[in-house]
């Protein structure tokens, strides 16, 4: 995608500040993998449970909303809905008012499978919060009005050449 604006001039703490936040989601996401795994699910299909129950409004789920959510396209998330229903863990249903539209619900099963899941991931999220707020903070430079208090360093971490503590050692 091309801009008319003239270009940035990113500095290198520009590149450590996105590598830094990068690296923290995805410490998190190899957390929540192999969480999933354990659990005896692929990844998406972890994701697809949680998008179900976590749909913004407690509204119904349809495969469109949650190839939306999961980033993928449809045709992959009917897939990925037949294997969980293959497993017992989500229905299906027809709606009522469009025939073409189709409902995911959680089974019983899965209500379990997914809440088995849910605890550990807030227990890591708590966990992590720190060192992700303070990396996203980096990259937007931003620390007022997010509804985010900046998160105090650990002094006994590797110091920068400006004496405050890395993001590692938070």
């Known amino acids: 995608m091309r801009s008319r604006r003239a270009p940035i001039n990113l500095k290198l703490t520009d ?8 690296y923290q989601i995805r410490r998190f996401l190899r957390f929540s993998e192999d969480a999933a795994r354990t ?5 998406q299909q972890h994701q697809l449970l949680l998008a179900v129950k976590g ?3 407690g509204r119904a789920a349809r495969i469109s909303d949650l190839a939306e959510r999961l980033q993928i396209q449809h045709h992959s998330t009917v897939e990925l ?6 497993r017992g863990l989500v229905s299906r249903t027809l709606g009522e008012a469009d025939r073409r539209e189709v ?23 708590r966990r992590a919060a720190p060192a992700l707020v303070a990396a996203l903070y980096e990259v937007t430079g931003k620390r ?12 006994d971490g590797p110091k920068r050449k400006n004496g405050t503590a ?4 938070a």
């Open 15 to 22: 590149y450590q500040a996105v590598a830094e936040f990068r």
């Open 39 to 43: 659990a005896g699910l692929e990844p």
């Open 55 to 57: 749909m913004p409004g």
């Open 81 to 86: 809905v037949d294997r969980l229903a293959a």
């Open 103 to 125: 409902y995911v619900q959680l089974s019983p099963r899965g209500e379990q499978v997914l809440n088995a899941l849910t605890l550990p991931h807030k227990n890591e999220l």
């Open 144 to 155: 007022h009005g997010m509804g985010l208090r900046k998160t105090p360093h650990r002094k």
């Open 166 to 169: 890395s993001r590692a050692s």
